[in-house]
Every structure is written in structure tokens, then in C-alpha cells.
């Protein structure tokens, strides 16, 4: 926060509308909210859906290719990441 003071006062001298303290404060309210999930280590687990998967006919199961193993996960991450720019932000 000192640094964003010293830098709004600099602005302030200079004639122009300080805004870094208020930014600094709105940083520091999403690295708390977001802590607790990036400090901690996450295991997904698909056995339901890939008993789901097991429990489909064959005709099923090529009509539903949702088997989580068969994921090309450098092909489906940049598009994944793009939805959520484009949705989300």
C-alpha cells in the first residue's frame, strides 16, 4: 500500500486523479477471496462418470463419446481457456 500512496500523491501533485491505492485495495480483495483455492493442491475424480461411461451399450458410447480418459487435454485446454476470456472477462 505505501508504494500505491507514494504514487497517488505523485499524481496528485501533478495534477492528475490518484487511482493506485484504490487499485492496491481492489488487488488485495481478490488475492483473499481467491486464497484459499490457490493455496491448496485439488484431486478431481472421475470414477462415477467413468462408471457412467462403462454402463452405456456400445451404441451408446459412440453416440456419447464423453469418456474423460480419451480428452486431448493440449487440444481442449487453449479452446477452454479462450470460452472463459471470452465469457467470463
Known sequence: ??????ADCFLWLSGKRPRY??????AL???NNYQYFTTRSWLM???KTQALYAS???LDQ?????NPVNI???EYLPVYYKGVKTYLF
Open 21 to 26: 491505492v484504490k487499485l492496491q485495495q481492489i
Open 1 to 6: 500500500m505505501i508504494p500505491a500512496f507514494f
Open 29 to 31: 480483495k481478490l488475492n
Open 56 to 58: 452405456l451399450s456400445a
Open 72 to 74: 486431448v487435454w493440449s
Open 45 to 47: 475424480d472421475s470414477k
Open 62 to 66: 459412440n453416440l456419447f463419446p464423453f
